[in-house]
């Protein structure tokens, strides 16, 4: 199970850290991504890291501003949102795929809401 937190309302130019958290002892298998959705339109790749957190990956739209971690021992992957933008309102999802590069996403959360004020 991946239960997404840390969203909310934010002006523009805000950070938000963005937090997902594991069920189970099995964290450390999987690579772990952050996906976007914003309102209308489909989910989208934001970012993604493997199972050790040696290699990360970001969509062009993400370089520079989010930043991917981890932290094993507690089982959580968190995303760190700077500099954030009105059009970076969207619910962002957390998923765990076996394998990195990830082909497939086989868990998700159920995302959690940010809201970018100008």
């Known amino acids: 199970q991946l239960v997404e937190s840390g969203g909310g309302l934010v002006q523009a130019g805000g950070s938000l850290r963005l937090s997902c958290a594991a069920s189970?002892?099995?964290?450390?298998?999987?690579?772990m991504g952050w996906f976007c959705q914003a309102p209308g339109k489909e989910r989208e790749f934001v970012a993604v890291?493997?199972?050790?957190?040696?290699?990360?990956y970001y969509a062009d739209s993400a370089k520079g501003r989010f930043a991917i971690s981890r932290d094993n021992a507690k089982n959580t992957v968190y995303l760190q949102v700077n500099s954030l933008k009105p059009e970076d309102t969207a619910v962002y999802y957390c998923?765990?795929?076996?394998?990195?590069?990830?082909?497939?996403?086989?868990?998700w959360g159920q995302g959690t809401q940010v809201t970018v004020s100008l």
């Open positions: 189970g002892r099995t964290f450390s298998y999987y690579a």
């Open positions: 890291i493997s199972q050790s957190g040696a290699s990360t």
């Open positions: 998923a765990a795929g076996d394998e990195y590069p990830v082909t497939e996403y086989d868990y």
